[in-house]
């Protein structure tokens, strides 16, 4: 039995649909929140609710108690933690958000895993953690302690907080840097997604910090391997960038966008936003050692996503 929370979102429903597939019985945990639009949410779990493998509760994880019944009756051996606050820039607005879900939350999940006894607890953290960091590519071993956005904090100290409870009790815990996550049924908050709606609709894009960006955009697909290979190999304590080997510019990005739209974007250059970073390019060798080896291409992924888009927004 594997418990996966944040199962409605962008990689929980992506993981679960691929776990699904390998016979895994799955109980899945969303709050299902407005953060962005719960009809695309619900859409996701939909589908996976077809399974008869995928049960699913509505469940905020910062409720202990609701929490601690699903742990009892289910006996998980592996535990998926995916669930929370996402995106950089939201933080700025909404503090307590993150301070909720991805602190007082995270560590509800962390402890119920170790009351009852889960042998491998893999989590989420993210690039943000790299902050500052200037030197490229970004490695497990580098310092991280200059988070540049409250997101960036909360992730830091999930991994300080995993690294405790793998230390005192003997859990497994695995945590996931991921480095810009983008394919079909991906999230209204990110690039991708906002560039394609806004050129259909021909409205002006925002380019921030003039264009000069880096990212390692990473094809979901390539994301959901490597989160099953970690899921296998239950280690004491791990850390990994899971991301690709390319860096991409992001203006090779938005120009495959317009090739598989078909069309211009009207562009508006902005200056750098407040939290983001210039560049984050993984060092992927740890993860590679587990077999994992990103396979698809910006042109592939992004043309994916289009087609997608297209046609669950009829457009
Ligand atoms: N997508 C990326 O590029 C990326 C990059 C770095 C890190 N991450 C991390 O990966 C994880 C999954 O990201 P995603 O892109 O699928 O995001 P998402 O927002 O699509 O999914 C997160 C899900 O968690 C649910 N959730 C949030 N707070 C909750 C709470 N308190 N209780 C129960 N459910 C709650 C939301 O309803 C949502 O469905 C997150 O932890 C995110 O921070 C993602």
Redesign the pocket.
């Known amino acids: 039995m594997i418990i996966v929370?944040?199962c409605?979102?962008?990689?929980?429903y992506h993981l679960c649909k691929n776990l699904l597939a390998q016979k895994h019985k799955i109980i899945g945990?969303?709050?299902?929140?407005e953060?962005?639009d719960p009809e695309l949410?619900k859409s996701r779990l939909a589908q996976l609710l077809s399974t008869p493998d995928f049960s699913f509760h509505k469940?905020?994880?910062?409720d202990f108690e609701s929490m601690e019944k699903i742990f009892e009756s289910s006996n998980p051996e592996i535990v998926c933690h995916?669930?929370?606050?996402?995106g950089v820039r939201y933080s700025i607005t909404h503090p307590f958000a993150y301070q909720?879900?991805n602190n007082e939350?995270f560590l509800n999940i962390l402890e119920l895993s170790r009351r009852y006894k889960v042998k491998n607890f893999v989590y989420?953290?993210?690039?943000?953690v790299y902050g500052k960091n200037s030197k490229l590519p970004f490695s497990e071993d580098d310092p991280v302690d200059q988070p540049i956005s409250l997101y960036a904090a909360t992730?830091r100290s999930n991994e300080l907080t995993a690294f405790c409870y793998s230390h005192l009790y003997k859990l497994n815990t695995s945590g996931l840097r991921?480095?810009?996550?983008y394919g079909p049924w991906g999230?209204p908050d990110?690039a991708l997604f906002i560039f394609t709606k806004a050129i259909i609709e021909n409205r002006p894009i925002e380019i921030f910090n003039n264009g000069k960006m880096m990212r390692n955009f990473t094809y979901i697909d390539d994301i959901v391997d490597g989160i099953v290979r970690v899921i296998n190999n239950p280690k004491p304590f791990e850390i990994y960038n899971i991301g690709n080997d390319r860096a991409e510019n992001l203006l090779d990005f938005i120009a495959e966008i317009e090739s598989c739209i078909g069309k211009k974007a009207i562009r508006n250059y902005q200056p750098m936003q407040m939290g983001d970073v210039p560049s984050t390019v993984a060092d992927i060798r740890k993860i590679q050692s587990l077999g994992y080896q990103p396979k698809t291409n910006i042109d592939i992924g992004i043309r994916n996503f289009v087609n997608w888009y297209r046609d669950y927004y009829r457009v």
Not at 8 to 12: C, D, S, V, W
Not at 29 to 33: C, M, R
Not at 82 to 86: D, E, I, T, V
Not at 124 to 128: E, I, L, M, N
């Open positions: 929370t944040g409605a979102g962008f990689i929980g945990i969303d709050s299902v929140n953060y962005y949410k469940i905020d994880i910062c995916l669930a929370a606050q996402a909720k879900s939350g989420a953290s993210s690039s943000s992730k991921f480095f810009t996550v999230r990110m």
